[in-house]
Structures are given as C-alpha cells and as structure tokens.
C-alpha cells in the first residue's frame, strides 16, 4: 500500500495524567487473549478508563495522494500503536467513550432500530463483515450481520485496496459506536474515481436515510452534485485532514451536504475538547452562501466548511479493528472519524436533512461549543475557534441528538 509521508502529531494540551501510565504498559499483540472471550474482554474498562488513553504519537494516510478526478479517503492510521495497549484492552476510544463524551448514552442505547446508516467507499474490502463482527464483539455490541438483516453490502467492483480497506473499517465501527441498533449498509464503489463514487453515492441515497462520507477531492466541476442533493437523506462528508485551504473539499463544501470537521477529544469525561490542527476549512468558489449561513460571520462571502464537527486527532482516536491492511487492532484518526458519528447521530435523532442543515443551525445552542485552537492562521473565525461558528469545528460537536 503506498501512503504519504509520516505525519508527526503532537497534542497541544499535556496529557500527563497517564504518560506514566502508559510508558509502563508494553502493547500487546492483537490477537484474543487465551481463556478470555471477547464478550468478556467488553466488560473491562476501555482504555481511557485505565488512564492509557489518550496518548500522543504519529500518524500516516491510509490512503495514497490522489490525483484530479479521484478522492482520497481519510482516515490517519497510527504508526506506533498495533494491537493491545493492555492484556485486554484496545488502544483508543471506546464506543461507550464517545457516548459519554458526546451526551449520547441514552440514545445510542435505546434509538436507532429501523434506521439505516450507510457507508459510502471505494475498493471491495473482503474482510469487512467478519472484522465488523470482531468489534462489535469486543464492546458488547450487539451482532451486525447479513444472516440477522443488520449488515449489507454492495459491491461495484472486485479490486481491492488496503488503505481504502482500513477506511472502512472505521467508518462502519464508528456507525456502530454511535448507533448500534441501526442498520448498516456498506457501498463500495469499484475504485476512488469521483464518477464511480458518485455513482455508489446515487444507488445508496435510494436506500438508505443516512449517508456518511469519509472521503475529498477538491472542489471543481458540478457534474455530480445532483448525487448529493436528494430531499429526505441525511448527509455527511469529511472536510480533510489538512487544515485551512484555500481550496474547499467536495463534497463536503456542498450546500446541501453537512461538511464534518474535527477536534482534539483531550478527555471524554469530563469533555474537554479543543479545534485539531488538522481539520479542514475554508470558502467555496463555486457555491453561493446557503440561507442558514446567512446571519453569520464565517470570513467568507460564499457557502463555508464546516458544520459541525467531532474527535478527529490521532493522539485521541478511536479503536478499529481491521484486517484488509495491518491486521488486528489499530488506532484511527482524521475527520473520517468525525463524519460517520455525526451521520449516527443524525439516525439517532431520525431526522433526516432535507437538502440542507437549517435545522442544525437553527439549534446550534444544542451543541458542545468548541472555543479555542486553530487549524491555521488566517485567524478568526476562519482558522481560530471562537464562540460560535469557526471553521475547524463548525457550530460544534453533539451534545445529545436535539441539535440533529
């Protein structure tokens, strides 16, 4: 798999409530511990409960650069951290973590069923159900499978892709981690050309209410925007994990899409949370400024990114088990983390957008405001969050589902 350059992460907070701890634990390897089941495994405290999470490190692409016409997924895998960071205990958030962290425990325990939440990727990921059916066993989730009506997956192509494989991965743990009564149908487009993935964006807001998209190109020609625009579906995309630009990310910049950004999660309970370097902002040069955006200073004189937001920092990521890349349990980052929970949240909430986000700005009080850190220094409100709207984080992060 070829992937960019290393990318060295560092939190801008201190985390030495657990740097001890964790320089102490040696990681373990990623298989099942002998004479412990995983529904037993789920019982122990998740790894931020022990104190060993979260942990500053580095972080590469899982997916190569891409070129005009093609999207490059997401997600930030960590190069440091592979397999257990205890005897029993993944790395990284756990999906009662970020429940808590987001208010969201006594929705994702009793909303979601009949709801369908679906994944939009490119490349066939082989492994996909079975490494599902290892997380949601893990955290005591209840199975997801086609024989139970829970999991599908369309697949548009047989050519696989190891960075797009991981990809996936966290983008149908994190629907898990936030909805875990919701259906889940996966749709892989035959590779990452912005037609083809279109293409799977079209057959899937025919079937499901709720879309999440962990992938960008820049934005440019309107060709396929009809695909994202579909009256009573949901939508979410990733802004990006490369800061402010001067170029918007497609799709998310769409008007009629919820462009998704990121933060750094520092502590979950109690939250404490902070704009991540890393999360993509910025103005359009193609989409006039949407009506819900009207009555705000963005910096821009057209439609802004982002929305709304969620954890995206490596150095707080999230557990995901994967094996179409490197196999076992690993650490993810980037804001394709950030979009499927916010397009859980949404099936949480079941509401399902109707072409834009008046909704969620109309109930922006509802929501976690993030106040401080910058993705870049063209300043406020742009760069620097602030009260209010800001570029790296949008409106804010959930805070329950009464803003969705």
């Given at each position: 798999?070829r992937?960019?350059?290393?990318i060295?992460?560092?939190?801008?907070?201190a985390?030495?409530?657990?740097?001890?701890?964790?320089?102490?634990?040696p990681l373990?390897?990623?298989?099942?511990?002998?004479?412990?089941?995983l529904?037993?495994?789920s019982?122990?405290?998740?790894a931020?409960?022990?104190?060993l999470?979260p942990?500053?490190g580095?972080?590469?692409?899982?997916?190569a650069?891409?070129?005009?016409?093609?999207?490059q997924?997401l997600?930030l895998?960590?190069?440091?951290?592979?397999?257990?960071i205890?005897p029993?205990?993944?790395a990284?958030?756990s999906?009662?973590d970020?429940?808590?962290?987001?208010?969201?425990?006594?929705?994702?325990?009793s909303?979601?069923?009949?709801?369908?939440?679906?994944v939009?990727d490119a490349?066939d990921?082989p492994d996909?159900a079975?490494?599902l059916?290892?997380?949601?066993?893990?955290?005591g989730?209840?199975p997801?499978?086609?024989?139970?009506g829970?999991?599908?997956?369309?697949?548009?192509?047989?050519?696989?892709?190891?960075?797009?494989?991981e990809?996936e991965?966290?983008?149908?743990d994190?629907v898990s981690?936030?909805?875990?009564?919701c259906k889940?149908l996966l749709v892989?487009?035959?590779?990452n050309?912005i037609?083809?993935?279109?293409?799977a964006?079209?057959?899937?807001?025919a079937?499901?209410g709720?879309?999440?998209?962990?992938w960008?190109?820049?934005?440019?020609?309107?060709?396929y925007?009809?695909?994202?625009?579909?009256?009573g579906v949901?939508?979410?995309?990733a802004t990006?994990?490369?800061?402010y630009?001067?170029?918007?990310?497609?799709?998310?910049i769409?008007?009629?899409v919820?462009?998704?950004?990121g933060?750094?999660?520092?502590?979950y309970?109690p939250r404490?949370?902070?704009a991540?370097?890393?999360?993509?902002s910025g103005?359009?040069?193609v989409y006039a400024?949407?009506s819900?955006?009207?009555?705000l200073?963005?910096g821009?004189?057209?439609?802004a990114?982002?929305?709304t937001s969620?954890?995206?920092?490596?150095?707080?990521?999230?557990?995901?088990y994967d094996?179409?890349?490197?196999?076992?349990?690993l650490?993810f980052?980037g804001?394709?983390?950030?979009a499927?929970i916010i397009?859980s949240v949404?099936?949480?909430?079941g509401n399902?957008a109707d072409?834009n986000?008046?909704h969620?700005?109309?109930?922006k009080?509802?929501?976690?405001?993030v106040?401080?850190?910058?993705n870049?220094n063209?300043?406020?409100?742009?760069?620097?969050?602030?009260?209010?709207w800001?570029?790296?984080?949008g409106?804010?992060?959930p805070n329950?589902?009464?803003a969705f």
């Amino acid at each position: 798999m070829r992937r960019s350059a290393i990318i060295s992460i560092t939190l801008v907070i201190a985390l030495t409530a657990c740097s001890g701890a964790m320089n102490a634990v040696p990681l373990g390897n990623s298989a099942q511990q002998p004479g412990l089941s995983l529904a037993q495994q789920s019982l122990r405290p998740s790894a931020a409960e022990l104190g060993l999470w979260p942990r500053a490190g580095q972080a590469e692409r899982a997916c190569a650069d891409a070129h005009a016409g093609y999207a490059q997924c997401l997600a930030l895998v960590r190069t440091d951290i592979h397999g257990l960071i205890s005897p029993n205990t993944p790395a990284g958030y756990s999906p009662a973590d970020l429940q808590t962290a987001y208010s969201l425990t006594k929705y994702s325990s009793s909303k979601g069923s009949g709801e369908t939440v679906a994944v939009v990727d490119a490349y066939d990921d082989p492994d996909a159900a079975s490494d599902l059916a290892v997380y949601r066993s893990a955290y005591g989730l209840r199975p997801c499978t086609s024989s139970n009506g829970c999991f599908t997956k369309k697949a548009f192509g047989l050519q696989g892709n190891s960075g797009w494989g991981e990809e996936e991965s966290v983008d149908l743990d994190m629907v898990s981690a936030i909805c875990p009564k919701c259906k889940i149908l996966l749709v892989e487009a035959a590779n990452n050309d912005i037609s083809s993935l279109a293409g799977a964006e079209k057959y899937t807001t025919a079937r499901a209410g709720y879309v999440t998209n962990s992938w960008s190109g820049n934005e440019g020609s309107r060709t396929y925007d009809g695909d994202f625009n579909v009256s009573g579906v949901a939508i979410t995309a990733a802004t990006g994990d490369n800061g402010y630009s001067k170029t918007a990310q497609w799709p998310a910049i769409l008007p009629s899409v919820t462009a998704v950004g990121g933060t750094t999660l520092s502590s979950y309970n109690p939250r404490r949370e902070t704009a991540w370097s890393g999360a993509g902002s910025g103005c359009s040069r193609v989409y006039a400024k949407p009506s819900f955006q009207h009555n705000l200073n963005t910096g821009c004189s057209d439609r802004a990114q982002a929305d709304t937001s969620a954890d995206a920092n490596p150095n707080t990521g999230v557990a995901v088990y994967d094996t179409d890349g490197e196999s076992g349990w690993l650490v993810f980052g980037g804001t394709s983390v950030a979009a499927p929970i916010i397009a859980s949240v949404f099936a949480l909430a079941g509401n399902r957008a109707d072409n834009n986000d008046t909704h969620l700005y109309g109930h922006k009080s509802s929501l976690n405001d993030v106040t401080s850190g910058q993705n870049g220094n063209c300043g406020k409100p742009l760069c620097e969050a602030g009260p209010g709207w800001d570029g790296p984080t949008g409106l804010g992060t959930p805070n329950g589902i009464a803003a969705f």
